[in-house]
């Protein structure tokens, strides 16, 4: 039998698809990690999910772990059909290494420069350490007042809610419902010391240690919401969906000029074939 062991698991930010692009979609992902945490053995110590790949750092069987990725990348694709990104599964090996890897996926939002503090970020567990107000919000459920079907419908599951987990007013399951708080807290042992840790830029290091890279200076959110306001200043036109070819190859270039988007990102967020980006530049 394999020995449990810690592990960050993660998919490559240079995927050509966007994963989430609205709250529903986040809200539906967030339920999802519940989802697999409930069917499969792991303990999620942390996770952060981002418009174009995802983070968990979690404790379990190798092939464990591998199963939970993959059940959490099947259930999206129940809602997209393209999220074929590849993962990583990189074992954590040090106490300090642990340290380090948790600071830098709570602090993915920041490192993409979106425009808050990682604790106001609500597509991650970063609201469950050092925090007394689990389950004071206005508005909250719980599990308990929901019926069966209910649940289901929410989860899109037969998987078993328990009684005891609270939902947010707009349907989100709490993380601190199942995320192993307490581990982290332990791990490191003041608020003083974890918002150290986050402040501590890693990044490029682990990105370069894991294989994983992420974006460039504009987040996929950032420029998908750039794009559908170019589309209706600059062409006339509700969406992207609406543009010839033509014009959507001129979008491109907008982006590459005036946000300095490369061709990968461009293609994820437009959905415009990297080939045709290529061919079209060098003309």
Not at 47 to 74: A, D, P, Q, W
Not at 177 to 190: G, K, P
């Amino acid at each position: 039998m394999e020995r449990e062991e810690y592990f960050h698991v993660c998919t490559d930010g240079l995927s050509r698809s966007m994963i989430f692009r609205t709250d529903e979609d986040f809200i539906n992902g967030m339920n999802d990690v519940a989802v697999c945490a409930l069917q499969r053995p792991v303990r999620l110590q942390c996770f952060c999910l981002m418009s174009n790949h995802v983070h968990f750092v979690m404790k379990g069987e190798y092939e464990t772990c591998n199963r939970f990725i993959r059940l959490f990348k099947r259930r999206i694709n129940t809602r997209i059909a393209d999220f074929n990104a590849e993962t990583a599964i990189i074992r954590i090996d040090s106490q300090d290494y642990m340290k380090k890897v948790i600071a830098y996926v709570l602090r993915n939002p920041m490192a993409a420069h979106i425009n808050i503090t990682p604790w106001n970020y609500r597509w991650s567990s970063i609201g469950t350490y050092f925090s007394r107000m689990k389950g004071r919000n206005y508005g909250d459920k719980q599990a308990s007042g929901m019926s069966i079907r209910q649940k289901r419908a929410l989860l899109n599951s037969k998987t078993a809610l328990p009684d005891e987990y609270e939902l947010s007013p707009d349907g989100m399951i709490y993380p601190y419902n199942y995320v192993d708080y307490e581990f982290v807290e332990h791990l490191y042992r003041s608020p003083a010391e974890f918002i150290y840790h986050l402040s501590v830029n890693n990044d490029r290091i682990l990105e370069m240690e894991t294989g994983v890279l992420k974006h460039g200076h504009y987040n996929d959110q950032e420029l998908y919401n750039s794009m559908r306001e170019i589309c209706r200043t600059e062409f006339k036109k509700s969406g992207i969906e609406c543009l010839t070819i033509e014009e959507k190859l001129n979008l491109a270039e907008i982006l590459r000029k005036h946000y300095g988007a490369g061709t990968k990102q461009i293609s994820r967020v437009t959905g415009i074939d990297p080939i045709l980006l290529t061919g079209h530049r060098q003309q």
